[in-house]
């Protein structure tokens, strides 16, 4: 029975070209998360093995809770400095250090333009050749001596086109600065498009105590081992040597050794876990590819079934038994999985290659070893394999029951009524519609909605997960009984222009309602994804746009690096030195703020009192804002005192590392523009954080009565010229890089909706050649009374256009249903206008038409190949 | 040979039915002028082979035949012998070997696909043995359906007369699962004629009905061609279903064997009983009838 199941796969290959393609598509997704994580996480272990590579750190002996963040890393109280001299002496260390390294630097390449980076920082880091960095070789010139010298990564040195004795500008936190490369240095791995730039270790260390709060503390002190002659230590010469240093620090040093290994694998935990995001979503695609994969199998066997009904029905009478036909469809099925598997496992593989080809023409080179492991082609074969087994075991059921004489039989067995799954999905709907009421209920009426406080203080995320996903496996399950009168209506349109084509199609979509439904479902899941974040994403440019046209008042705003980077006091002084500019308003952000001992989720921010009358006004305020700011007093968003039921007049302890105070809360807004924010005084601010390090990450800049504007934009940008990442946008152009922004996140969806739109053509395509596979005699009575070929392929056309246009119609309505609830529940975070995209929701109607279409061509060719005489000969 | 001594017969039957004319209904003749008893299909030098050279097949064996309008003709024959071949390469289903296939003046055996969609909408109708209707049409779309295919208008009154005489009135909504057995061949009985075709080509027409079933049908299928001058060729091996033809042609490997003017159903049995016994000698009784 193997022999003879092994042979009509052989046989069927041809057949099976589809669902080897489905299933080697969801098995990629599937591979390619995991080889796509791996590659992260292998490329997060290696830079942390060069970048952070001593033998033993000696750091805090108290964890520090760390903002209540989800991160697995916590922080340690900060150590002495001093600490340093007494753990060189000891024996068997070669050398201890603080390692000072400096963010927020600006590179300027030999074009005279700022070294762009993806997201990347730009790092400069103490380094000399009296301290090495272990994992750095030099391989040109020397290290850099002085401010006015830099090496550079070799990396850093390609990208900026600068060789030894190059005169550059790099731009220190304190100001802009020519320097001379004295050298470049080559690392041992990639480092994901960072830009390393050996510093004088002196210089390092001054531009990083200009921004500490406490020059003389450090989070780590690096101990290099001297036992293997100055390279790494393993394992356990490692804790031999931190347990040595242990005993000598005193109590009251309030430190403690631990492992090189230790501290590297909880730097890069931490790092990958905020990494972790990436392979949920991409599996998301990958369930979809493996549910239309094993989808099509099911299709493909039956095909397969019912031609060769009469072979099985041979084998049945000559003493077969059922178990043993099972067993040859069975056969097939594993063929198919394992060939599809190892197709999937190349193709992940290809995928993530691509993806480190790509990334590394962006910017971002990844050394990361992107090869699968043994237990992702063990989980890839599983998968593969499952899914077809689960495709062919109903064809497979049916092959070996059906008594021999039905073998012979054209005609299909009715459908089971859809009444059950109607009133499951029905409610499962219901249900889903109920959450997301409640989600935009709880969204409107923070307090009193019901008599529970946990149920009125739930998350919202809560109900509108549970009610999305309620809705999208209801549809699912309900879309079969759906299928009679979607058909109806649709094929209304088709049949004003093709009578009879249009007729026919839609009357066969009803035929097998579970089939039509399943294949619309794989679009269906995609184009809700889609549509969702298509309607949340142009609310969010209506939002911001909104904000800028109707509140915003100063004529510029300057950021840094398109809005993550810091702006240097010194750009923030230019800028105020503009002839025309009537005043600069620059929020800084302070971190690691308390207030009652609790952190907050909300940013805090301390700015000018011109921010309320030149840049912003609030509408709906309580207290004055203006006035609250002059009094040292907070203002305060109303979504953020609503979550820590503060009102006005309440006096609030707020307290960082530095200090502790109390504030009174003086005005409350639930203007959205300052939602999730708590603004305070520059006064207490600087109590609570040294000004060096509030970081200004923005700066609105109001002009003077009657200013040129043209004029004053064109000496804007000539004052912070010298800091080359800050760019000053008028309003327009401030929209416009908002919204851009938010297009290259679409972008990266928009390629995921390709594939999956490329998934629902392959279960078109099927769907519609077991449709015309199983109405062979249908098609040939239909030319033998005098149908043209091209109307047999328009009423395929139809019917595959109307299948497309079902799963895409389900998926706008409730994707953008999903993307309305979402603004309605960020409405007083940001998310104010609703803006559905109207456009492009008509534009992925047409395109389900358009995929219709093409998905119809190969069943229609397959069709028409048929011989009428071979389709309706009675014999 | 069969040929010549056909056409002679034919001739009488041409100058007795001069006076009648094809037509949709009696009393409003159609003036296309077109004569009954002229040739309205016509088979020459039909050769069919299947197969290649080691295993060479002969289905139809240079075979030459006219049917003639307003006439029901019927082939007749065992199995394997051509007679299903004979019927499919008339009606364009198949290409033969060698040799023509006219109807209406067109040749068939070299046309196009897009000239047989043509014909099949203009002169041709199609009765099969079974699966003649589109499952998800009720009867009454079944039987409209080649008229809308071809974007043809729709004649009401012939609509009516053709459901009457097949006795389907009360059945038009119904879909084909609802009908039975010799209620659907009615339908298609009805879709064939509502064209009005040149030729209706019969495969097997009562070949799954029972006989009042088969009656019904092939007493429809005969007042069709009386009344309306309808042309019918029809491929059965029942010799009930071929007495009701006015011409029985008996096929045996690919030649016409016997051209039969009005049989009764005791001289088909009796060829039939002879052909059984000795097939070989086919050509020499078939000599013999003509003659």
């Known amino acids: 029975m193997i022999k003879i199941g092994l042979r009509e796969a052989r046989s069927h290959f041809s057949r099976f070209v589809m669902s080897i393609i489905a299933i080697a598509l969801g098995v990629g997704f599937v591979v390619g998360s995991f080889c796509f994580r791996e590659m992260l996480n292998n490329q997060v272990d290696q830079m942390m093995a060069s970048n952070m590579d001593a033998d033993v750190y000696v750091r805090g002996d108290k964890a520090v809770s760390d903002d209540g963040s989800s991160s697995s890393q916590n922080t340690y109280n900060d150590i002495s400095i001093s600490l340093t001299d007494d753990v060189s002496s000891l024996s068997g260390v070669k050398s201890a250090k603080v390692t000072y390294s400096v963010s927020g630097l600006v590179l300027v390449g030999k074009d005279g333009n700022a070294v762009a980076t993806v997201g990347a920082p730009t790092l400069g880091i103490g380094i000399s050749s009296a301290e090495p960095w272990r994992s750095a070789s030099l391989t040109q010139g020397s290290y850099a001596s002085g401010k006015d010298e830099i090496a550079l990564d070799s990396y850093a040195a390609q990208k900026a086109d600068l060789k030894v004795g190059d005169q550059t500008t790099l731009v220190y936190p304190d100001g802009p600065r020519t320097v001379k490369v004295s050298g470049i240095f080559h690392t041992s791995n990639s480092q994901a498009g960072a830009l390393i730039i050996g510093l004088d270790p002196t210089v390092a260390k001054a531009s990083s105590d200009a921004l500490a709060e406490d020059p003389n503390v450090t989070q780590y002190i690096a101990v290099y081992g001297s036992a293997n002659g100055g390279t790494a230590l393993d394992a356990a010469q490692q804790s031999a040597l931190a347990d040595t240093i242990n005993n000598s620090l005193p109590a009251s040093s309030k430190a403690r050794a631990v492992t090189g290994d230790t501290i590297r694998d909880e730097q890069s935990q931490s790092v990958k876990d905020s990494l972790g995001f990436i392979q949920p979503l991409i599996l998301i695609f990958a369930i979809i590819a493996l549910f239309v994969g094993s989808f099509i199998i099911a299709n493909t066997f039956s095909m397969i079934v019912r031609e060769s009904m009469r072979g099985y029905a041979l084998l049945r009478s000559v003493g077969a038994s059922p178990g043993q036909v099972f067993a040859t469809v069975i056969v097939q099925a594993i063929v198919l999985g394992i060939v599809g598997s190892l197709a999937g496992i190349g ?105 529970w406080k946990t149920v009125n203080d739930m998350n919202s995320g809560w109900p509108l997960g549970v009610g999305a996903a309620l809705l999208v496996i209801g549809f699912i399950v309900l879309s079969p009984a759906l299928v009679t009168g979607v058909s109806r209506v649709l094929g209304s349109l088709p049949s004003v222009f093709f009578p009879v084509t249009g007729k026919l199609a839609t009357r066969n979509l009803a035929r097998s309602k579970r089939r039509t439904a399943n294949t619309a479902a794989a679009l269906f899941v995609g184009i809700a994804i889609v549509s969702c974040l298509g309607v949340v994403a142009s609310s969010a440019k209506a939002s911001v746009a909104g904000i800028v046209d109707n509140g915003l008042k100063s004529e510029f705003v300057a950021m840094a690096s398109g809005g993550m980077g810091v702006i240097p006091d010194a750009a923030v002084d230019a800028v105020k030195g503009v002839d025309g500019v009537k005043s600069v308003t620059a929020n800084k952000l302070l971190q690691h703020v308390e207030y009652d001992g609790k952190s907050s989720t909300a940013s805090t921010v301390t700015t000018d009192s011109s921010l309320f009358t030149d840049v912003f006004t609030p509408a709906n305020t309580e207290g004055d804002p203006t006035k609250a700011l002059k009094n040292n007093e907070m203002v305060v968003a109303k979504n953020t005192a609503d979550d820590h039921g503060w009102a006005i007049g309440d006096r609030i302890e707020v307290s960082t590392d530095l200090a502790t105070v109390k504030l009174t809360v003086g005005a409350i807004t639930s203007d959205a523009t300052f939602s999730s924010s708590i603004i305070i005084g520059h006064t207490e601010a600087d109590k609570l954080v040294v000004p060096q390090m509030q970081r200004t990450t923005a700066m609105y800049i109001s002009t003077t009565k009657g200013a040129d504007l043209a004029k004053v934009k064109k000496d804007l940008i000539a004052a912070v010229k010298p800091y080359y990442v800050i760019s000053v946008m008028d309003r327009d152009e401030f929209k416009s890089t908002i919204s851009s922004m938010v297009d290259q996140i679409m972008l990266i969806l928009y390629a995921l909706l390709a594939l999956s739109i490329v998934i629902a053509i392959f279960g078109i395509v099927n769907t519609l050649a077991l449709s015309v596979s199983e109405r062979t005699r249908e098609i040939g009575l239909l030319r033998a009374i005098g149908t043209g070929k091209g109307q047999v392929r328009g009423m395929l056309a139809i019917e595959a256009s109307m299948i497309s246009v079902f799963g895409t119609l389900i998926g706008l309505l409730v994707g953008s249903a999903a993307g309305v609830v979402i603004q309605k529940v960020y409405a007083s975070q940001g998310l104010e206008t609703l803006s559905v995209p109207w456009g492009q929701l008509i534009v992925f109607l047409f395109m389900a038409i358009l995929v219709g279409v093409l998905a119809s061509l190969p069943p229609a060719r397959r069709a028409l190949k048929v011989p009428v005489l071979d389709a309706v000969a009675s014999e | 040979m069969a040929l010549h001594s056909s056409r002679e017969t034919e001739q009488r039957r041409q100058l007795e039915a001069r006076s009648r004319r094809r037509g949709g209904s009696p009393d409003t003749a159609e003036a296309d002028g077109t004569a009954l008893g002229a040739t309205v299909a016509q088979a020459i030098d039909l050769t069919k082979t299947y197969g290649d050279k080691d295993a060479v097949v002969t289905a139809l064996d240079h075979v030459n035949v006219e049917f003639k309008r307003g006439q029901m003709t019927a082939i007749m024959g065992p199995s394997g012998s051509g007679k299903s071949t004979l019927m499919h390469c008339m009606a364009g289903l198949d290409t033969p070997t060698s040799g023509k296939v006219i109807v209406e003046s067109l040749e068939v055996s070299s046309m196009s696909q897009k000239e047989l969609t043509k014909l099949r909408r203009e002169q041709i109708g199609f009765i099969f043995q079974s699966f003649n209707l589109v499952p998800t049409l009720t009867a009454e779309e079944n039987i409209l359906l080649p008229l809308q295919i071809a974007k043809k208008s729709i004649d009401r009154a012939w609509f009516d007369r053709v459901v009457d005489v097949v006795g389907l009135r009360s059945r038009l909504t119904h879909r084909p699962s609802q009908l039975s057995g010799g209620q659907q061949q009615r339908v298609a009985c009805a879709r064939a004629l509502m064209a009005r075709p040149s030729v209706v080509f019969a495969d097997e027409p009562t070949g799954n009905l029972d006989s009042k079933s088969s009656s019904e049908v092939l007493g429809f299928l005969k007042s069709s061609v009386s009344q309306y001058g309808q042309t019918i060729v029809m491929v059965t091996h029942d010799p009930r279903a071929a007495s009701y033809a006015d011409r029985v042609l008996v096929l045996a490997d690919g030649n016409v064997t016997r051209d039969m003017q009005h049989p009764s159903y005791d001289e088909i049995l009796a060829v039939f009983s002879d052909d059984d016994s000795a097939p070989d000698d086919g050509n020499a009784s078939g000599d013999e009838v003509l003659s």
């Open chain 1, 347 to 451: 193709l992940g593989w290809g995928m993530v290659k691509l993806i480190a080809e790509g990334m590394s023409q962006i910017g971002s080179p990844l050394t990361g070893s992107s090869n699968p492991t043994w237990r992702d082609v063990i989980i890839a074969l599983l998968v593969g394999v499952c899914v077809s087994l689960f495709g062919a075991a109903l064809p497979a059921k049916h092959a070996s029951l059906a008594p021999p004489l039905q073998a012979m039989n054209e005609t299909v067995n009715p459908e089971k009524p859809t009444r059950l799954r109607a009133m499951l999905g029905g409610i499962m709907c219901i249900l889903g519609i109920g959450c997301w009421v409640f989600t935009v209920m709880l969204a409107d009426n923070k307090d009193g909605l019901t008599p």
